[in-house]
């Protein structure tokens, strides 16, 4: 089973749309949220398509690397669910050293908010990592979808008709 960083950020948010999502259950599409951060995303630092380069490994897809400084540039719309973001991010540091690349970083950036946060690969990071992998994993594997979580998030998720809507 290929595991990849948007797993990795719904395993910290909502176990049941992570399963939704790689069983190939995708609401994305009529998420206006989704569509906001998408635009925020591909506005909000319009230079940088030209500065940094897209790189594709193992599964991940970065949208923003630094090279030159091993810097990876994650763009947010917000900081509700700021421990997935970190998640996603090591993960992607997770995969460039294990490819070889020696000290990568990150900055989760918030343009809304006008604020970035600095992620650094730390001790024990790779075992933590890995330990989210194994989570996803036996959360995917399981042939019944996980039950509600009936968090805050619900309301702003993509998926909220698809769980709410009574049969």
Not at 88 to 110: D, F, R, T
Request: proline share 3%; with cysteine; aromatic share 10%.
């Amino acid at each position: 089973m290929l595991v990849n960083a948007t797993h990795i950020n719904l395993l910290h948010v909502c176990h049941r749309e992570l399963w939704l999502h790689y069983h190939g259950i995708r609401m994305e599409q009529n998420s206006q949220t989704v569509a906001e951060g998408k635009l925020i995303g591909e506005t909000s630092y319009s230079e940088r398509a030209q500065k940094y380069t897209e790189l594709a490994l193992d599964g991940v897809k970065i949208d923003f690397y630094d090279p030159k400084e091993q810097v990876v540039h994650e763009v947010k719309k917000s900081d509700k669910v700021e421990e997935a973001h970190i998640a996603q991010v090591k993960y992607y540091l997770y995969v460039l050293k294990n490819n070889g690349i020696e000290n990568p970083s990150a900055i989760i950036e918030y343009p809304k908010l006008r604020q970035r946060q600095i992620v650094e690969w730390e001790d024990g990071d790779t075992k933590k990592v890995e330990h989210w992998k194994e989570k996803v994993i036996e959360i995917c594997s399981h042939k019944d979808c996980p039950p509600l979580l009936y968090s805050r998030f619900c309301r702003s998720c993509s998926y909220f008709d698809f769980c709410y809507t009574e049969e």
